[in-house]
């Protein structure tokens, strides 16, 4: 009995901790994932890979947790956005949609 007890709260503890350890990450920690494919602060150079800097807030909310849920499908975007929370989501898309991106000529 005695260690079913300590099993019980060393499950619940380890999900405290991991909770308390994404919750601690910040949006522009998060978003250091998608330097690789969507470039430093979420503009792109990869032909083909959208810019995230400066897109709408919700669009990017919206657009990750389709990726993360499977009504939107992409190879590389829908194995990333799996392990996300909606607080993951949140931050990041925050983080991106601060940016504001000045359009000029070539």
Same mark, same amino acid.
């Given at each position: ?13 380890? &999900?405290?901790?991991?909770? +308390?350890?994404? +919750?601690?990450?910040?949006? &522009?920690?998060?978003?250091?994932? $998608?330097?690789? $494919? ?14 995230? +800097? ?26 990333? +956005? ?25």
């Amino acid at each position: 009995m005695k260690s079913v007890i300590l099993f019980s709260v060393a499950l619940v503890f380890s &999900a405290l901790t991991n909770s +308390a350890l994404s +919750a601690e990450k910040t949006g &522009a920690e998060i978003a250091q994932s $998608c330097t690789m $494919c969507h470039g430093e602060n979420g503009l792109s150079k990869m032909p083909g890979t959208p810019s995230l +800097a400066g897109q709408s807030e919700i669009y990017l909310v919206n657009q990750l947790r389709h990726f993360r849920d499977g009504q939107r499908q992409h190879e590389q975007m829908s194995v990333i +956005a799996k392990p996300l929370t909606n607080a993951d989501i949140d931050k990041v898309s925050a983080w991106f949609a601060q940016f504001e991106v000045e359009l000029k000529k070539r």
